[in-house]
């Protein structure tokens, strides 16, 4: 497995901040960005944000829809065909549970559990749509390995959040 250290995994942050930044603002959702790296070279095999795919989408499911076109497959033949584990790199906690009925990012990760072993995140998802997340527990009763990326904190939130009507 290639060696992922304390500087590969702010690397691989600021790759998905800058999805992040290519995510359209609006009032309703956040501007997430995320990328797929395999862990036995290192390699992104696949990166998303918010709203790129069409639909409402989210940025981890952008990632999974796209390797899954990679492969020939779905997103759920992902497991099928995916056999060296990865890790999902993504600026914000994967949702829980999404307002316009779509599977939650969090079940999604879960059924790619085969595969992806780790989840790095730079903040947890705030309680403004959905209140609170308990994803990060889900994907760790599930042995997947979630770690929080520090230092990014702040860009994260203003970059997820432009385009919120302020609530001061």
């Known amino acids: 497995m290639a060696s992922r250290t304390e500087q590969s995994h ?12 290519k995510s359209p603002p609006r009032p309703n959702n956040f501007r997430v960005g995320a990328i797929l790296v395999n862990l036995d070279d290192g390699q992104v095999v696949a990166e998303g944000y918010t709203l790129e795919c069409e639909g409402n989408t989210h940025a981890e499911e952008c990632c999974l829809l ?41 079940e999604r990760v879960l059924r790619q559990k085969s595969w992806i072993k780790e989840v790095y995140l730079g903040v947890q998802e705030p309680e403004k749509f959905v209140g609170q997340n308990p994803g990060q527990g889900m994907l ?29």
């Open 10 to 21: 702010k690397t691989s942050m600021l790759h998905a901040l800058a999805l992040a930044k």
């Open 66 to 106: 796209k390797l899954a076109e990679q492969h020939g497959t779905t997103e759920e033949g992902l497991a099928n065909v995916i056999k060296t584990p990865h890790a999902l790199y993504t600026t914000m906690e994967p949702c829980f549970k999404r307002l316009s009925g779509k599977l939650p990012c969090v």
């Open 140 to 168: 760790e009763s599930a042995a997947i390995k979630v770690t929080v990326v520090p230092g990014f904190e702040k860009e994260i939130l203003e970059v997820a959040t432009a385009g919120h009507v302020s609530e001061s």
